[in-house]
């Protein structure tokens, strides 16, 4: 994650974490979502609380059996029957499960999309690439060609004439190339970040 607040810290901890704890816990470093951030008692407190009159945290029903079971976290917490009527306790809400779904969600579409954009950029560079070889092989037909169909006597004023004009044509695709990113694959990825 990068540079996220510290309630989007959180609320990502409790929700991949399935974290649930007593209502009356103390919040140390013993508490479960303290134990599961790097991130001191306190401001674990405060971002619950934030997180709480949000309406994402809440006291919740827990221990109850699902009917598809989440791999790792199958059958019962250790919960008694009587914590699991009355409620009393702290883990996600409906819609903070659901804020923190669509937060994962979104997240792994950024991760797609970056890696799209960063194939996208290789092939376009290899593209700029493939271009200014074929232009280099362009450059060599031309003088090659110029060499052997000129003169003795004006060989190297023609010569000179189409060498300059081909490494001018190449220097310049390969400058426009070069400028537009073309050429560096990472180029345009280090620019968004």
């Known amino acids: 994650m990068k540079d996220e607040p510290n309630w989007a810290v959180i609320l990502d901890t409790i929700y991949r974490n399935n974290v649930t704890w007593p ?20 401001t674990v407190q405060e971002n619950l609380a934030m997180l709480s009159q949000s309406g994402l945290v809440g006291k919740t029903h827990v221990g109850m ?29 409906a819609r903070g499960f659901h804020v923190a779904h669509e937060r994962e969600v979104m997240e792994q579409e950024q991760k797609e999309q970056d890696r799209r954009i960063q194939s996208q950029n290789e092939i376009n560079s290899a593209i700029g690439f493939l271009t200014l070889g074929l232009l280099f092989v362009n450059f060599v037909d031309t003088w090659i060609t110029v060499t052997l169909d000129t003169e003795i006597a004006n060989w190297s004023t023609e010569l000179w004439l189409a060498v300059m004009a081909d490494a001018v044509v190449v ?18 990825m280090s620019d968004q970040n």
């Open 171 to 188: 220097a310049g695709i390969g400058l426009l190339l070069q400028r537009t990113g073309l050429l560096e694959p990472y180029s345009i």
């Open 23 to 42: 209502s009356d816990t103390n919040f140390d470093k013993d508490h479960p979502v303290v134990s599961a951030v790097n991130l001191d008692a306190e």
């Open 65 to 93: 059996k699902a009917d598809i079971p989440r791999p790792g976290k199958e059958g019962l917490k250790g919960i008694t029957g009587e914590a699991r009527r009355q409620g009393t306790h702290v883990g996600l809400t």
